[in-house]
C-alpha cells in the first residue's frame, strides 16, 4: 500500500513569492490534514477535511493561505505572499476516520523563505 | 487551553539503560482525549509509535510503554533496555475522539551511546 505523498520536498523563496504544496493521501482515506512544523517544534495542525468538505481551519492564516480538496482525494495548500515566518515543514497526514484513528504522514515539504 | 508539555531535548542515554520521556496534557476542552506517541527515525516521517484511547489503559510497541493517567495528566514513555536504533525524535500528542486533529509535543530528540 502505497504511503501519502508530497510534492515538492522542497521549496526556497523570497518573501512575496507564491507557492503551492499538493498531497496525495493513502486510497480510501477520507480524512485530510495540513500541519505545520517549524524548526525544533512539534507539528501544529492548520487545516483538515473530511472528503471534500473543511472541517476546522481556524488555525490558517486565511489572508495568505488557502487549502482545497475538490474530489475528497487529493489536496493543495497554497500561500499567496509568503514571509519569513513560513520557513518551516509543512506536512500531510491522512486517516480512515478521525477519533483515534492512526494519522499517516507524507515526508513533508521543507519551506524556505529568504 | 489544550497544550503537551515534554521533557526538553535533547535526550542521551547509553545503550542497553532505562529511558523516561515525560508528557503531561492539559484538555480543557476536550471531552474524550485520546493519547499518542509518534516518532521520527532520521530520514524517515513521521509514524505512530503506541495509541491510547481510555484513560488508566497502557500501549506498548517495540519494547515501549506508556500509561494513560488522567488523574496526573500524564503519558510518560517508557523503556526499560534502549538500543541504538531507538535513537529518534519523539513526540507526545493529545487528541480528541470527537475531533480528528492532534496536539503535540515539541518533541524530544533521543540519541543513543552505544
Known amino acids: 500500500e502505497a504511503g501519502v505523498t508530497q510534492s515538492p520536498r522542497y521549496a526556497v523563496l523570497q518573501e512575496g513569492q507564491a507557492v503551492s504544496f499538493w498531497c496525495d493521501p493513502i486510497s480510501g482515506h477520507d480524512t485530510l490534514y495540513w500541519y505545520q512544523q517549524p524548526r525544533d517544534q512539534g507539528p501544529q495542525l492548520l487545516v483538515y477535511f473530511r472528503d471534500e468538505a473543511v472541517i476546522d481551519n481556524s488555525q490558517l492564516p486565511s489572508d495568505r493561505f488557502s487549502a482545497v480538496r475538490p474530489k475528497g482525494t487529493n489536496s493543495t495548500l497554497k500561500i499567496q505572499s509568503a514571509k519569513q515566518g513560513d520557513t518551516a515543514t509543512y506536512l500531510c497526514a491522512s486517516s480512515l476516520d478521525w477519533g483515534g484513528y492512526e494519522q499517516y504522514f507524507g515526508p513533508g515539504t521543507r519551506l524556505t523563505v529568504l | 487551553g489544550d497544550s503537551v508539555t515534554q521533557t526538553e531535548g535533547p535526550v542521551t542515554v547509553s545503550e542497553s539503560e532505562s529511558l523516561i520521556i515525560n508528557c503531561t496534557y492539559s484538555a480543557t476542552s476536550i471531552a474524550y482525549p485520546n493519547l499518542f506517541w509518534y516518532v521520527r527515525y532520521p530520514g524517515e516521517g513521521l509514524q505512530l509509535l503506541l495509541k491510547?484511547?481510555?484513560?488508566?489503559q497502557k500501549g506498548s510497541s517495540r519494547g515501549f510503554e506508556a500509561t494513560y493517567n488522567k488523574e496526573t495528566t500524564s503519558f510518560h514513555l517508557q523503556k526499560a533496555s534502549v538500543q541504538e536504533s531507538d535513537s529518534a525524535v519523539y513526540y507526545c500528542?493529545?487528541?480528541?475522539?470527537?475531533?480528528?486533529?492532534?496536539?503535540f509535543g515539541q518533541g524530544t530528540k533521543l540519541s543513543i551511546k552505544p
Open positions: 491510547v484511547i481510555t484513560a488508566g
Open positions: 500528542a493529545l487528541g480528541d475522539y470527537n475531533q480528528g486533529k492532534l496536539i
